[in-house]
């Protein structure tokens, strides 16, 4: 059994800890004392029970937690025949050194060295090493916590080989996780880089009285999306972690202004959550609670004002090749659960938009940090300035987008996107959705296949859709109940019987009523980090929206039956090995091959789709009889139309066919 050390058993350790353990490791965990190890492992019992209990480790947790061993203070017997060593003390530059001299002495030649700092630069955490150990020293940043969170940042260090960072790769493919590369080392890296401009933006603007706490976190819960506001975020970690990584951040070259209402907090000792008190109150030292933020405190706040700043820092790490543009965005929508990358929301917002008002934050401050980077301001010289002229950090195919209020529709040439809005809902599934859904369905119905031939559905944020949304049912009759979950149906059944291919697109959690609708569309294309489920057995009632009918002819009847006695929920690969999902793609890749499969349907004679999806959804309900029947009749219908004629055509004089539905 291959084996891991992990040094320091605190939140970050002992959860890395698990996820090696899940993975089959023998893991050596070290601490100081024996008491943080006994709650480190207590902890991680927790943990799998829950895993267990929801069907995401199908290993008894006792078995898992018998590869866990506990070392007491000795990192030299921990990393003896260990092929990796990760490190997660506290954040500080001396313990962390001290601890990979000694790993340095005692582990095999070819052990790798690894780092969870989120700050500490890598470079200097490996010249504590020989120098023949140094290209195995490298950065492999966990975020908290670390069972839950899909991304691990892999940064290299001066003398970090490209090896030893695909090792480091592989092993985090192994536990499950995604990737992206830091190429060089500098303070922060990716994430937090972009996470402390945002807070320093919203910092400043309350702190020179233009706007209130809340207004801020308002407008970037329900105008940006982002799952938290960043002084709710910021009361959430711990507002002494926000000033310790700011400072260690400052000390090694992160061009900064501490903002005064930042830490005038650390000073109180007003830490958040852990002290009860911080930006907000909350009911005890240690308890979350949603702190009150209406959704109108934000509606006059410029939410390109807040993320300009991290759109900045994120153009200066890919013009100075610190990270591709896929990795910078890729990092923030998985590290920070953002709908978006800065980039995205960039060419979103429009690059001239984004430059203008960092001009008036160096304006009104007359902070360097704020001057627009060289990479903005060239793509505004060029024109390059998003969307809206269909270039920016990202090329776009033309397209017309209209918001509605749970919805983003977007017609591109012969594909129309619907992507569900609620990301800080998770996408549920409210009354006001399903009557925009109905709408945009009658919409599209009514359109001639020139403009729309296929239809895709996806979400944005970290979810697909996690359900419907439970309190819309709060103090509902069961005659009400059963009349909701009947409209849910009947729109379900809208999907499979519209006259076009419905494609959905799985980013994410795909749980209970957004199963059921994922089921209601012809495909179903998942990102590798999606979840599918059906748990409403575990609030005490069952799918109802189709689910019972549409899982058991997807999967079986006895399999069907698993999922929704069980409420477990499946990755995305399980899902495809049962047939619940055509295939799984890298979740960074989902848009494109969404875009590639709908395209290459769109080439397709419409009405002969039209007529197979009915052959197909209705004929499997009717006797064998009928069903050859319906589809002889709809076969012969067909050679009634010009698309056959077209297709003959252009069979017999070898060219590509150009179908127009008629």
Not at 498 to 508: K, T, W
């Amino acid at each position: 059994m291959p084996k891991v050390a992990v040094v320091g058993a605190g939140t970050m350790g002992h959860g890395i800890a698990e996820l090696f353990a899940i993975a089959g490791y023998e893991v050596a965990l070290v601490d100081v004392a024996e008491d943080f190890l006994k709650k480190a492992l207590q902890n991680v019992e927790w943990s799998l029970q829950k895993l267990a209990e929801k069907g995401q480790i199908k290993e008894d947790p006792r078995v898992v937690l018998s590869r866990i061993k506990t070392v007491v203070n000795d990192v030299c017997k921990a990393v003896e025949g260990a092929e990796l060593m990760v490190e997660a003390v506290v954040e500080n530059i001396d313990v962390k050194k001290q601890v990979f001299a000694t790993a340095d002495k005692c582990a095999p030649p070819e052990a790798v060295l690894a780092t969870n700092t989120s700050s500490l630069p890598i470079t200097e955490i490996a010249e504590a090493v020989r120098p023949e150990r140094r290209p195995k020293v490298v950065g492999m940043h966990f975020f908290n916590p670390p069972v839950l969170m899909p991304l691990v940042e892999i940064i290299k260090g001066a003398y970090t080989s490209d090896e030893t960072v695909k090792k480091i790769a592989d092993y985090a493919s192994k536990l499950g996780k995604q990737t992206v590369v830091v190429n060089k080392d500098v303070p922060g890296f990716i994430v937090n880089r972009i996470l402390a401009r945002v807070n320093e933006a919203a910092c400043w603007m309350v702190a020179r009285g233009e706007a209130t706490i809340q207004e801020v976190d308002s407008a970037l819960m329900y105008k940006a999306g982002l799952p938290m506001g960043a002084f709710i975020l910021m009361d959430y970690t711990g507002i002494d972690v926000v000033c310790f990584i700011g400072d260690a951040m400052a000390k090694r070259g992160f061009k900064t202004h501490p903002c005064p209402v930042i830490l005038e907090k650390c000073q109180q000792k007003k830490y958040g959550v852990k002290t009860g008190e911080g930006f907000y109150k909350y009911p005890a030292a240690g308890k979350f609670q949603w702190p009150e933020v209406p959704k109108s405190a934000g509606e006059k706040i410029d939410v390109v004002s807040i993320l300009a700043p991290a759109v900045n820092e994120a153009a200066y790490l890919l013009r100075e090749g610190i990270a591709t543009r896929e990795d910078i965005d890729k990092a923030v929508r998985l590290g920070l659960n953002w709908p978006k990358g800065p980039l995205e929301f960039a060419d979103e917002f429009g690059i001239d938009a984004v430059v203008k008002a960092l001009e008036e934050w160096r304006a009104k401050t007359g902070f360097e940090e704020y001057e627009p980077d060289p990479l903005l301001r060239e793509m505004v010289a060029k024109g390059r300035l998003g969307k809206k002229t269909g270039e920016g950090f990202y090329t776009y195919v033309k397209a017309e987008e209209k918001k509605l209020e749970t919805l983003i529709v977007r017609y591109e040439p012969g594909v129309a996107w619907i992507i569900l809005n609620r990301p800080e809902r998770l996408n549920a599934i409210s009354p006001k959705m399903v009557e925009e859904l109905w709408k945009v369905f009658d919409e599209i119905e009514q359109m001639d296949y020139d403009k729309v031939k296929v239809v895709v559905i996806t979400g944005t944020g970290r979810a697909f859709s996690a359900g419907a949304d439970v309190t819309a049912f709060m103090g509902a009759t069961p005659v009400t109940i059963f009349k909701t979950s009947r409209k849910l149906q009947m729109l379900f059944e809208r999907i499979e019987s519209l006259d076009r291919p419905v494609i959905c697109g799985l980013n994410g959690y795909t749980l209970g009523g957004g199963l059921e609708l994922a089921m209601a569309c012809d495909f179903r294309i998942a990102a590798d980090t999606a979840e599918l489920g059906q748990p409403e057995i575990n609030l005490g009632f069952i799918p109802g929206a189709g689910g019972t009918q549409r899982l058991s002819r997807l999967i079986g009847r006895d399999r069907a039956k698993e999922l929704i006695f069980t409420g477990d929920r499946i990755p995305a690969r399980e899902a495809e090995r049962l047939g619940l999902v055509n295939r799984v793609v890298p979740a960074d890749k989902l848009e494109q091959e969404l875009r590639a499969f709908a395209n290459k349907l769109a080439e397709k004679p419409p009405l002969a789709l039209a007529m197979a999806k009915y052959a197909i959804n209705f004929g499997i309900e009717a006797p064998m009889w009928a069903s050859m029947v319906t589809e002889a009749a709809q076969f012969g219908l067909l050679f009634s139309t010009e698309d056959v004629i077209e297709g003959v055509s252009a069979f017999l004089q070898k060219r590509k066919p150009q179908f127009k539905g008629k």
